[in-house]
C-alpha cells in the first residue's frame, strides 16, 4: 500500500531531488519549500430553498518571483490548504520550466459544484470573488479553471471582480482572470489547450523515441477538459483510445472507442457509464480494468494520487503522461521506473493550459484578439523548446524525466534570485 502523506511534502521532496542535483543554495530551498501567502475565507451564500450555507474557499500564492502569481481555481469536496499548497508550487515549476514570466499559485472551494444549481454556482463563484477582494488583480494574481470549474465561472469572477474595480478600471482588469469564454476576453484555443499540449508532449516523446503517433494505442483516465480534448485530438491525430474512466465508470473497447460519440454522450450524461454507441466491443470495467489496459500509453487526467503502487503494478503502457497535477505517488514513480516505465511529468505534460492563459492575458492587455494559428504556434514552440531542454538534462544528470524537467525549472528561478537577491 501507498504511504499516506502529504501532498505539499510530496511537491517539496520532487524539488528538492532536483536541487540536489544542481547544488541549488539552500537559502532557495527554503523559499520554495513554502507558500508566500496562504488566504483562506470562509463566506456565507444563499442557497435555491432559501437556506444560508458557509463555504471555505483558498488561495494559496506560492511565488511570484518570476511574475504575478498565476493558477487555477478547484470546485471539489475534497479541497483543503495541503492540496492547494501542493497545486499553487507545481504552478510555480511549470511557469519556470515552461519560460513564463508568471508565479504559482492556485485556488479551492470545498464544495462538490454537482449539487449546486447554476443560479447557486454563480453566487458562489461571486461571493468568493469578493471574498479575495484585492488578493487577486491582473497584475498580481491571476485564476483560472481547474477541476470542476468552466468558463462560465470565469466570466461570473471577471464581472465580480470588473464590478468591484469601478468604472474607470472596468476594462482594464479584464485579465483578472483567465480561461473566459471568448464573447468575454478569452483567447481562441484556451478550452482545449491543456488536452492540446497533453498531446504535443507526446508528439515530442514519439520523435526522441522514433515511434508513430498514429501508431500509438492510449487509455485515459478523466475525460473532463482536460482528458477529454486530449481524447478528441488524439483521435483525431490516429491514435487508437482503447479505455476511458471517470467518476462515472470504465468503458473499454480492444478496437478503439468511437471518441466523437463518447465526447457527445459524456456531454448530455455527465460520464462515459452506459456509453455503447451500439458497439457489442465495447464493455463496461472496474477502475483496475482501465490501469490495466493493453494499450501503450496511459494518460491520467482526473486527480492527483491516482497511479498507486498497487495500480503501477497493473500497467501495461510504456509511458504514463501526466495531463493531471500529482496523479503518480512516490512509491508508485518507483515502481514504474523499475518496471522501465517512463513518465512524462505533469509540470512539463499539462503546461499548455498556463500557455494560453499567458496568451489570453497578453490579449486582454493589450486589447487584441489573436488567431488561432498565432496562438497554437506559441503553444507547440514553448512546449517543444522546454522539451529539448528536459532531454538536455536527462542526458547531461543522467536521471529521470521529472528530475530533468526540475532541474530547468529550478536553474531559471535560481538564475533570477541569485541576480535579484534576496530582500532586504
Ligand atoms: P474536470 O473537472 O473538467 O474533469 C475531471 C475529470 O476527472 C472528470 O472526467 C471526472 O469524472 C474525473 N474524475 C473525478 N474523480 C475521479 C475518480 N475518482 N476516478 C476517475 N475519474 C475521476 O477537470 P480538468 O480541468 O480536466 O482537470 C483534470 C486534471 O488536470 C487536474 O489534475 C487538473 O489540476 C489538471 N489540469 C487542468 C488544467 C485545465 O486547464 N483545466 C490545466 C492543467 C492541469
Redesign the pocket.
Known sequence: MDERRSLHETAVEQFQRAAELIGMEDRYRQILSHPKNEVIVNFPVQMDCGEWRMFRGYRIQHNNVLGPFKG?I?FHPDVDLDEVSA?AAWMTFKCSLVGLPLGGAKGGVTIDPREHSQAELQRIVRRFTHALGANIGPDHDIP?????TNSQMMDWLMDTFTNLAGPANRHSVKGVVT?KSLATGGSVGREA??GQGVLYVLRHWCGETNQRLDELSIAI????????HFGRLAAESGCTIKAV????GTIIDDDGLDVPALWDWVGAHG?VAGFEAGRPTVRSGS?NDLFAADVDVFVP????N?VTVERAGLLQARVVIE???G?TTPEAEEKLVANGIEIIPDILA?AG??IVSYCEWLQNKSAQAWSAEEVDERLRTLLWDASDQVVAAMERFDCTRREAAYVVSLRRLEDVYSKRDIFP
Not at 245 to 248: A, E, F, L, P, V
Not at 301 to 304: G, M, N
Open positions: 487555477g478547484r497545486l483560472a479553471p481547474d477541476v470542476g480561461g489547450a491543456t483516465q478523466g475525460f473532463g477538459n482536460v482528458g477529454g474512466g471517470d467518476h462515472t460520464g477502475p487526467a482526473a486527480l492527483e491516482q495531463a493531471a497535477n496523479p499539462n493550459g498556463v
